[in-house]
């Protein structure tokens, strides 16, 4: 006797598999032309083994030479992106009707771009190290650190991507840092500009948009969000500045909100926990957030409300409390 499922599983497939057919935007078909999510966070992974070598081993190989296992863990590195930049590259419109031969050429000159460039990472990687180091006092090793913090992670893996962003690969920037995202809850997008010596302390919850611009020895808490103003002009505003300047030396405590394409927070200066900024501030100003807007009610349903703000001025600092 046939249960329900043998008896309906044909149409069930049969109705799917015409949907297929509508031509939907969640319709690829096409799947030796995609690039491959799976495949770009492994080769994402081998970037890492190569910023950090000795840090984090492949198990499935086997070591002899040293120099050797490195060498050729470069080179799958090299061949594996060229191949998933060679699928991506349709994704821009310069590259759609490309033949593959156009295709194979362009992704080489690519790959080997973004390889020469490999030393630079490792050398932004080792200030941002640096940085975590010292301005952490709970850090007992290096080795913590690049083993351990997610900051660490979520900022090696924006440098990867930030380079790919640059040299205009669609499509695999956004899955390495996506995955870091998932991985740490820190969301860099690949075309924010970071300066050396980059901290982020904890990490959950940050959030750096597109055109933000960070200069260098920056220190960024968990919660922060460095955002656009608005978004409601949706794709009109792509390419557009939406997000905000932060000047060398800046530290943003913990929950801040730093929003605007225009909003410039000066060299030196230090945000608070909680502060929502959509304006400018002058350089070596130190922004807090005192006894912020509460509401008070009572047992009998009355409620106040209580708030307190004030701009107070001494020969070293500027305080918004």
């Known amino acids: 006797m046939q ?6 599983i044909g149409a069930i497939v049969g109705n799917i598999l015409a949907d297929y057919k509508e031509n939907r935007s969640i319709d690829k078909l096409d799947l030796f ?6 495949v770009i966070i492994d080769v994402l992974q081998k970037l890492i083994r190569i910023i950090y070598p000795g840090y984090f081993r492949d198990g499935s190989r086997k070591v002899y030479n040293i120099d050797n296992d490195y060498a050729s863990q470069i080179e799958d590195a090299v061949f594996c992106l060229n191949k998933q930049i060679m699928r991506a590259l349709p994704y821009q ?3 759609a009707d490309d033949t593959p031969e156009q295709l194979e050429a362009e992704a080489a000159k690519l790959s080997v771009a973004f390889f020469r460039k490999m030393p630079t990472i490792r050398e932004y990687s080792e200030g941002d190290l640096e940085a975590a180091y010292d301005g952490d006092p709970a850090a007992k090793f290096r080795e913590e650190i690049i083993l351990c913090y997610p900051g660490a992670y979520a900022i090696a893996v924006y440098r990867i991507a930030h380079e790919l962003f640059r040299l205009e690969v669609p499509l695999i920037p956004r899955i390495m840092t996506e995955h870091a995202h998932w991985q740490t809850g820190i969301d860099i997008h690949p075309g924010a500009t970071i300066g050396r010596n980059f901290f982020i302390d904890h990490g959950t919850g940050i959030v750096i948009g597109e055109t933000t611009i960070i200069g260098d020895n920056v220190k960024i808490y968990q919660g922060v969000t460095l955002g656009a103003l608005s978004t409601r002009g949706g794709q009109k505003l ?3 500045r939406r997000h905000p300047t932060i000047e060398d030396d800046v530290v943003i405590y913990a929950g801040a909100s730093i929003l605007g394409g225009e909003t410039v927070i000066g060299r030196g200066s230090i945000i608070g926990s909680n502060a929502f900024i959509t304006s400018s501030i002058a350089p070596e100003t130190r922004v807090s ?3 912020q807007e509460m509401t008070l009610r009572g047992v009998g349903g009355k409620s106040s409300d209580v708030t307190h ?4 001025q001494d020969d070293t600092w500027t305080w918004i409390i």
């Open 93 to 95: 419109a310069a590259h």
């Open 289 to 291: 957030i005192k006894n």
């Open 238 to 240: 792509r390419d557009k």
């Open 33 to 38: 032309r995609q690039p491959q999510k799976d």
């Open 309 to 312: 703000r004030e701009l107070v």
């Open 3 to 8: 249960s329900v499922i043998e008896k309906e």
